[in-house]
C-alpha cells in the first residue's frame, strides 16, 4: 500500500485549471523532492494534497494509507497525519509562535524549549507568529510547527529559498527529525536550488511541468535539469 497515491488529479485555483491528470505515488521510505519552473504549480500541488481551501481537486482520487481522502477537509486530512509548511506561511494575526507550539506539543506530546532551541528561534516564541519576520526567521518557525505536529507525512514548500548557509544546515536537520519521526518515513520536499538534498537525500525526484509529473528518477534527475534546464524534460 502507497502512503499516498494520486490518480489522475486535477487541481483548480480560482476556477483555473493548474495541474491536469497527475499520477504519483509516496512509499514508504520515500523522500520525493518536486522540482519545475516558476508557476508550474508545485505548491498548488501541495496545498491541495492537504486541503488548503481555495485549491479544488475537481477530478482524480487522492489516497492516503489506502483510504480515499480526495472529499476531506483540511482539517481531517491533519487530523490523519498529513502536514505541510508552507513556502510563504498564512499570517496569524495575534497568535503568538509560543502558543501555536503549546498548543501543538500539547495534542502531539512534544517539549516547545526543545523544538524551539533546535531551530534557534527561543527568542521569537513571544513574537506574533508571522509578523515582522525576516525570510528566516519565518522559515525556521515553519519547521518548528510541522515538527511540533510529528506528520505522517510532510510535504515541505522551498525550504531551502532565502535561508542562509547556517540557517539551512538547522532547518535541515529538524526536517530530518521529522521524517524520524514518521512512522512511514516519508515527506514530498518542493525545492528550487536543490540545496537541501546537500543534507537530505532524495530517494526520488520529481518534474512537475506543463500541467503535470513529467519525470520521475533518482537523484541524478537533478544534475540533469541543472545542466539541461527544464526544456528537455516539460
Ligand atoms: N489564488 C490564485 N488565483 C489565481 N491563480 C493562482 C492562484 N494561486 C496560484 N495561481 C496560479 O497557479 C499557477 C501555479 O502556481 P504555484 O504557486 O503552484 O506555482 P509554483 O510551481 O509553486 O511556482 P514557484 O516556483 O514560482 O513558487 C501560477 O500560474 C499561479 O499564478
Keep these: 500500500m502507497s ?27 520515500d523522500v520525493v523532492f518536486l522540482l519545475g519552473p516558476n508557476g508550474a504549480g508545485k505548491t ?6 492537504v486541503g488548503f481551501p481555495g485549491y479544488n481537486i475537481v477530478s482524480g482520487r487522492i489516497f492516503f ?29 495575534g497568535v503568538r509562535v509560543r502558543q501555536l507550539l503549546e498548543a501543538l ?23 506574533e507568529f508571522g509578523k515582522g519576520f525576516s525570510g528566516g526567521e519565518l522559515k525556521r518557525v515553519e519547521i518548528a510547527t510541522l515538527l ?14 532565502g535561508v542562509d548557509v547556517d540557517s539551512i544546515e538547522i532547518v535541515a536537520k529538524a526536517i530530518k527529525k521529522v521524517i524520524e519521526l514518521s512512522p512511514y518515513k516519508s515527506a514530498i520536499i518542493v525545492t528550487h536550488s536543490a540545496l537541501i538534498s546537500r543534507y537530505i537525500e ?10 503535470a509529473i513529467r519525470a520521475c528518477n533518482g ?6 535539469v541543472f545542466k539541461h534546464g527544464f526544456r528537455e524534460l516539460a
Excluded: F, W
Design 44 to 49: 498548488t500541488l501541495l496545498r491541495a494534497l
Design 3 to 29: 502512503v499516498l497515491l494520486l490518480k489522475n488529479v486535477s487541481i483548480a485555483v480560482s476556477e483555473k485549471i493548474v495541474l491536469e491528470d497527475v499520477n504519483m505515488s509516496v512509499e514508504k521510505n
Design 148 to 161: 511540533a505536529q510529528k506528520p505522517k507525512l510532510a510535504l515541505i514548500d522551498e525550504p531551502d529559498s
Design 65 to 93: 494509507e489506502g483510504e480515499d481522502i480526495t472529499n476531506t477537509s483540511m482539517e481531517t486530512r491533519v487530523s490523519k497525519g498529513i502536514a505541510i509548511a508552507h513556502q510563504i506561511p498564512p499570517k496569524l494575526m
Design 219 to 224: 537523484k541524478e534527475l537533478i544534475d540533469e
Design 202 to 211: 532524495p530517494t526520488k525526484v520529481c518534474i512537475i511541468a506543463s500541467k
Design 105 to 127: 506539543c500539547h495534542k502531539n506530546k512534544c517539549d516547545v524549549y526543545e523544538i524551539a532551541d533546535d531551530l534557534g528561534i527561543l527568542h521569537l516564541l513571544d513574537r
